[in-house]
């Protein structure tokens, strides 16, 4: 359990560090990805990652900064594709929203709302024919459920009984529009739950909690053979896209924030550490690694020389 906790505060620590770098570096105008910060979720892609085997697919949307570090605890190649530099694990071609790391088993993440869904049913189907034991698991915002590729892809996982975690990371926001103004029905869960497949819920900020919530779907996956939903709340704690502290109050309440960054992932589970009996000191000192692997990350990224002008057209699908 020890072991456990003090792994789940490195990915949470790893990812809202580099997050910080990125808004201290980002007014520099050297990254000219846009961002969607991962900022408040980091809870969800940590504690369902450290769940997954090193093998298994994960895919993920345009906000998936926190999803790429959680599954390949990499930042070289990450801060030089914010770079747009050569070293960027798609050489700079990709930035922030078309992240990828297929040899760590991130297989992709893409900016069309709910695009990388069918993708990853298309991967769990290849796994359970092949039989080689690897689970799919596709993360995708709130908004993704208004997709029809959602529920065409959630009807075959169903009928065909495929190994997928679907995951929905549930903001209550598509860009500045509440659920409430999108959403002709009351409860995501109670609809999904119509289909052949296992639904969870939750509403925590705790890694621990959803690390133990997806070991129990995916137990439960492997004994009935069905596709998890896994619904689980979160707070976005920046704008849609942007790297400010603004907060828009026009269609957000700030006391709602305020009572989520109460319970911040990263404090909470840095608070569990004390508990549990690790010493201030020895936390300083992880904490301190990772400060100096995402600062090194970051000096070579800026240094890096960008792809010549004749890669433009290689690994593109035209
Ligand atoms: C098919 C499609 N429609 C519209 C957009 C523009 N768009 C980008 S992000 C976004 C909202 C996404 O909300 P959600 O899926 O809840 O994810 P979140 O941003 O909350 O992580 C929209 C409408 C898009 N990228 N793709």
Same mark, same amino acid.
């Given at each position: 359990?020890?072991?456990?906790? !003090?792994?789940?505060?490195?990915?949470?620590?790893?990812?809202? !560090?580099?997050?910080?770098?990125?808004?201290?570096?980002?007014?520099?105008?050297?990254?000219?990805?846009?961002?969607?910060?991962?900022?408040?979720?980091?809870?969800?892609?940590?504690?369902?990652?450290?769940?997954?085997?090193?093998?298994?697919?994960?895919?993920?949307?345009?906000?998936?900064?926190?999803?790429?570090?959680?599954?390949?605890?990499?930042? =070289?190649?990450?801060?030089?594709?914010?770079?747009? /530099?050569?070293?960027?694990?798609?050489?700079? /071609?990709?930035?922030?929203?078309?992240?990828?790391?297929?040899?760590?088993?991130?297989? @992709?993440?893409?900016?069309?709302?709910?695009?990388?869904?069918?993708?990853?049913?298309?991967?769990?189907?290849?796994?359970?024919?092949?039989?080689?034991?690897?689970?799919?698991?596709?993360?995708?915002?709130?908004?993704?459920?208004?997709?029809?590729?959602?529920?065409?892809?959630?009807?075959?996982?169903?009928?065909?009984?495929?190994?997928?975690?679907?995951?929905?990371?549930?903001?209550?926001?598509? /860009?500045? !529009?509440?659920?409430?103004?999108?959403?002709?029905?009351?409860?995501?869960?109670?609809?999904?739950?119509?289909?052949?497949?296992?639904?969870?819920?939750?509403?925590?900020?705790?890694?621990?909690?959803?690390?133990?919530? !997806?070991?129990?779907?995916?137990?439960?996956?492997?004994?009935? @053979?069905?596709?998890?939903?896994?619904?689980?709340?979160?707070?976005?704690?920046?704008?849609?896209?942007?790297?400010?502290?603004?907060?828009?109050?026009?269609?957000?309440?700030?006391?709602?924030?305020?009572?989520?960054?109460?319970?911040?992932?990263? =404090?909470?589970?840095? #608070?569990?550490?004390?508990?549990?009996?690790?010493?201030?000191?020895?936390? /300083?000192?992880?904490?301190?690694?990772?400060? =100096?692997?995402?600062?090194?990350?970051?000096?070579?990224?800026?240094?890096?020389?960008?792809?010549?002008?004749?890669?433009?057209? #290689?690994?593109?699908?035209?």
């Amino acid at each position: 359990m020890f072991d456990l906790n !003090t792994e789940l505060y490195k990915k949470l620590y790893l990812i809202r !560090t580099a997050e910080k770098k990125i808004q201290e570096y980002y007014p520099q105008d050297k990254m000219k990805t846009p961002m969607h910060m991962s900022m408040g979720e980091e809870a969800i892609v940590v504690g369902i990652c450290q769940a997954l085997k090193k093998e298994d697919h994960v895919f993920g949307s345009c906000r998936s900064h926190g999803l790429y570090l959680a599954k390949t605890g990499e930042t =070289d190649q990450f801060f030089a594709e914010m770079y747009g /530099k050569v070293t960027g694990g798609a050489k700079g /071609k990709a930035g922030s929203m078309h992240l990828s790391a297929p040899e760590m088993g991130l297989m @992709g993440v893409m900016a069309i709302v709910a695009g990388g869904i069918p993708v990853a049913v298309g991967v769990a189907f290849a796994n359970k024919r092949q039989k080689n034991n690897k689970i799919a698991a596709i993360f995708f915002g709130d908004g993704a459920i208004e997709e029809g590729c959602f529920w065409e892809s959630l009807n075959v996982a169903c009928l065909m009984k495929l190994p997928i975690l679907f995951i929905c990371e549930d903001n209550r926001f598509a /860009k500045n !529009t509440p659920d409430i103004k999108r959403h002709g029905y009351k409860n995501i869960s109670e609809i999904v739950s119509k289909f052949d497949c296992n639904v969870f819920e939750e509403e925590s900020t705790d890694a621990e909690v959803i690390y133990n919530l !997806t070991r129990r779907a995916i137990d439960l996956m492997s004994a009935n @053979g069905m596709p998890c939903f896994l619904h689980l709340r979160y707070y976005r704690y920046l704008e849609h896209v942007g790297v400010n502290e603004y907060f828009n109050e026009e269609y957000r309440l700030r006391e709602e924030f305020e009572k989520w960054k109460e319970k911040d992932p990263i =404090d909470l589970q840095r #608070k569990k550490l004390l508990v549990l009996g690790m010493a201030e000191d020895n936390i /300083k000192k992880i904490e301190k690694e990772i400060d =100096d692997k995402i600062g090194i990350s970051v000096d070579l990224a800026d240094k890096a020389p960008f792809a010549e002008i004749s890669e433009v057209y #290689k690994d593109v699908f035209l």
